[in-house]
């Protein structure tokens, strides 16, 4: 229970876990951030909102994946993920809200995020890490990835940040594309073709990757990039 909104949630810490189990969110809860503590089972938030004044991340690397079923409403720009510190494994059921941006930044080829909800939160970040998204849409649309008009990959250096669509159906947007710093970005398509229709902006000297991730004929697997910019 939090008395302001910048208190902190900790379920459990590196040394001190809880055990695996549901924990039912009643009501509307302020929080600022919420940490998962390493020794922790696999925790699950159901029920409620949580308006969200700080980060969600983990304390320690681990591979327990933390499942937030309970709507979050961000109160201006907010993270997910420990700052390429952890590899986070927390997973979004419910929906997000709040016009700032969301980022997420995680550890590269370890961190994984997913995004399952239909949300209406504004531009998304993808720092470090991956992150993994149900459903897309054109700007303005609520969808996994938001209803803001631009994604952003990297922080302007090495970063590796991924984006993965899981959709099974046909997916489109035309978000625009913001390529910093010197990495590789990669959008995957896992299991039907995605169409990427807006600006593909790139700042310093980065790559990007479209790929798919397996097997189903033609109509599988197939990203189609149709924006300008490089």
Known sequence: ????????????????????????VSGVVDSGSMTFGSASGAIVLSGGTINLNGTVAI????????????????NGNRQFGSSGA???????????SGGGTL?????NG????????????????????????????????????GAGSTIT???GGGQTPLL???????GSMNRTFALNG???HRVVSQNAPLTLTGSILPAGSPTLYLSGNAGGGTNYNEITAAGGGI
Not at 59 to 65: D, I, P, Q, V
Not at 66 to 72: F, G, K, M, V
Not at 103 to 107: A, G, P, R, Y
């Open 153 to 155: 990959f990297g922080f």
């Open 164 to 170: 993965w669509y899981q959709g099974t159906n046909a």
């Open 182 to 184: 010197s990495g590789s």
């Open 1 to 24: 229970v939090t008395t302001t909104t910048t208190n902190s949630l900790n379920f459990g810490t590196t040394a001190d876990g809880l055990g695996a189990g549901t924990i039912t």
């Open 103 to 107: 980022t997420v930044d995680t550890v």
């Open 110 to 145: 370890a961190g994984i995020i997913t995004l399952n909800g239909t949300n209406s939160f504004g531009n998304l970040t993808i720092g470090r890490g991956q992150l993994n998204v149900k459903t897309v849409s054109d700007s303005g649309v609520n969808s996994s990835i």
């Open 59 to 74: 304390s320690a690397n681990s591979t327990t994946n933390h499942t937030i079923n309970s709507a979050i409403a961000l």
């Open 86 to 96: 952890y590899s986070d494994q927390l997973t979004f059921n419910g929906n997000i």
